[in-house]
């Protein structure tokens, strides 16, 4: 081995693994000010080594158990079937998209790209889902609007389709007489492992992360997810803030309340569960990204 190698090599992992550790700081001083005294945040402010630890944080938060348990099984169960749906739905739609002999491929790829630019506004918009589709208080008005399926992610799966894909599998398929279903469930979708987990890993942020949805079509607290929760949570706070100059009981319910700690929890709830499966899509998701986006 070259001795200029043996110098950049260790040098690379040197600056990837500082690179690595700069990008978790936030992370961890984010958990150690939710577990850090109140006072003590006022007096030294955010720390990585706080004086005085306490939970009263999630204390505070997890005192109605029960809704957080409801609200954490929403958003799972939402994004769990809507990431299967919408990576079901996207994959059927790019793989015609790839294929040359399509006919009107190049109309249908337009209409698509052109959803990416205009929408029908938001009036028109709620009343077709709410009036005409039913989606009020329904667990589907968190997957269907917006989340169901992406421009953007048809687009990048055509192309891992086109470019990745060698035409002599799909015509080996022919020969062997089967038909197009068959030659994308047990030829296609075995070779796009790749590009299948990180649309996956793009879904599951998407629903993960989706508060918006919840808000518009639901009303009742049984079907609330995580991501509304915390956010009204987080309101009602600010809300208390902004009160607590002009009533002295709202001044003597926010002194007992941990309101810099209970903000960094609510933020580690939230993002938690995403910082444990995101290492299981990490291996795909470079290649998957690279290998539909790089070639001509």
């Not at 402010?45 to 997890?62: D, E, I, R, T």
């Not at 709410?130 to 269907?144: Q, R």
């Not at 290492?279 to 290649?287: L, M, T």
Request: glycine share 6%; aromatic share 14%.
């Amino acid at each position: 081995m070259p001795f200029a190698t043996r110098i950049h090599k260790p040098l690379i992992h040197l600056f990837f693994l500082l690179f690595s550790v700069v990008s978790l700081m936030p992370f961890v001083l984010v958990f150690m000010v939710s577990i850090t005294d109140e006072s003590s945040i006022v007096q030294n402010g955010y720390s990585f080594f706080p004086s005085k630890l306490n939970f009263a944080s999630y204390q505070f938060l997890f005192n109605d158990f029960g809704q957080i348990a409801r609200s954490y099984g929403v958003t799972i169960l939402v994004t769990l079937l809507g990431t299967t749906i919408s990576l079901f739905i996207t994959a059927l739609f790019a793989y015609p998209l790839s294929r040359k002999d399509l006919p009107l491929r190049r109309t249908m790829s337009f209409i698509l790209f052109f959803t990416m630019l205009f929408s029908g506004g938001m009036v028109p918009w709620y009343i077709t889902y709410v009036t005409m589709v039913g989606l009020k208080n329904s667990l589907f008005g968190m997957i269907i609007p917006n989340l169901l399926m992406s421009a953007f992610n048809v687009l990048l799966m055509r192309s891992f389709f086109a470019n990745t894909i060698p035409e002599s599998i799909i015509e080996s398929g022919t020969i062997d007489g089967a038909n197009e279903l068959t030659i994308f469930l047990k030829l296609v979708v075995p070779l796009s492992a790749p590009i299948m987990a990180t649309i996956a890993l793009f879904n599951l942020l998407a629903f993960w992360n989706d508060w918006y949805n919840c808000m518009l079509f639901i009303d009742k607290p049984e079907l609330i997810n995580i991501q509304y929760l915390m956010t009204k949570t987080l309101n009602n706070i600010q809300f208390l803030v902004m009160k607590a100059d002009s009533s002295s009981q709202v001044g003597e319910l926010l002194a007992k309340m941990p309101t810099e700690g209970v903000r960094m929890a609510l933020a580690i709830i939230g993002i938690a569960p995403l910082l444990i499966a995101y290492p299981f899509f990490q291996k795909y998701y470079i290649s998957g990204i690279t290998s539909g986006a790089v070639k001509g």
